[in-house]
T-cell receptor, first 109, second 117 residues
């Protein structure tokens, strides 16, 4: 099973600042990585797939990068609605072994 | 637009079976290339993939749950279902259904299932 590790667990950021979230895979997943945003009481929402492709309707301030084992989600200028928990998910082992990272909570500083 | 909605009992007794159904609207469950999956999230914790089904009935399961899980599809009702046997308190979670190609999109709103004696 491919283990996904996200860091930091919690990120404190002021509105308008940049947030950089990391996701590391225990072995290469190529570019088979997605990012999700989850707000309290809501289902996760797809932000990024293919490591860097924004899903439909996702603002340009969200960007993804990386390949292999190291990935980054960057939120260029945090808006109030961006404070949430973010998860990465690898699908290199599709369809048998889909795994998520433990999440990074982005909170208001 | 595609929408998914989970339905289930809310409360299940320890050692019994948990059954959930996901109803798909705004699109066909037989759409080529799309799979359908279940994910769960214990209170205050992260996400865990449970399993995936294709409209043909082909299934894939998380190895950690494989011995207790069955996912099935009913194309006539545009639904797919989850059955989890021998539940314990550790199975208490919000259960989500979702469409997937290999990533999950969109998701249902989720259904909280509590396992209690």
């Amino acid at each position: 099973e491919i283990v996904m590790t996200q860091s930091p667990a919690t990120l404190s950021v002021s509105p308008g600042e940049r947030a950089t979230l990391s996701c590391r895979a225990s072995q290469s997943v190529n570019s088979n990585l997605a990012w999700y945003q989850q707000k309290p009481g809501q289902a996760p929402r797809l932000l990024i797939y293919g490591a860097s492709t924004r899903a439909t309707g996702i603002p340009a301030r969200f960007s993804g990068s990386g390949s292999g084992t190291e990935f980054t989600l960057t939120i260029s200028s945090l808006q109030s609605e961006d404070f949430a928990v973010y998860y990465c998910q690898q699908y290199n082992d599709w369809p048998e072994g889909l795994t998520f990272g433990g999440g990074t909570k982005v909170e208001i500083k | 637009q595609l929408q998914l909605q989970e339905s289930g009992p809310g409360l299940v007794k320890t050692s019994e079976s948990l059954s959930l159904t996901c109803s798909v609207s705004g699109g066909s469950i037989t759409s080529n290339g799309y799979f359908w999956g279940w994910i769960r999230q214990p209170p205050g914790q992260g996400l865990e993939w449970i399993g995936t089904v294709y409209y043909s009935g082909t299934t894939y399961y998380n190895s950690s749950l494989k011995s207790r899980v069955t996912i099935s599809v009913d194309t006539s009702k545009n639904q797919f279902s989850l059955n989890l046997n021998s539940v314990t308190a550790a199975d208490t979670a919000v259960y989500y259904c979702a469409r997937l190609t290999s990533y999950f999109h969109p998701w249902g709103q989720g259904a909280l299932i509590t396992v209690s004696a």
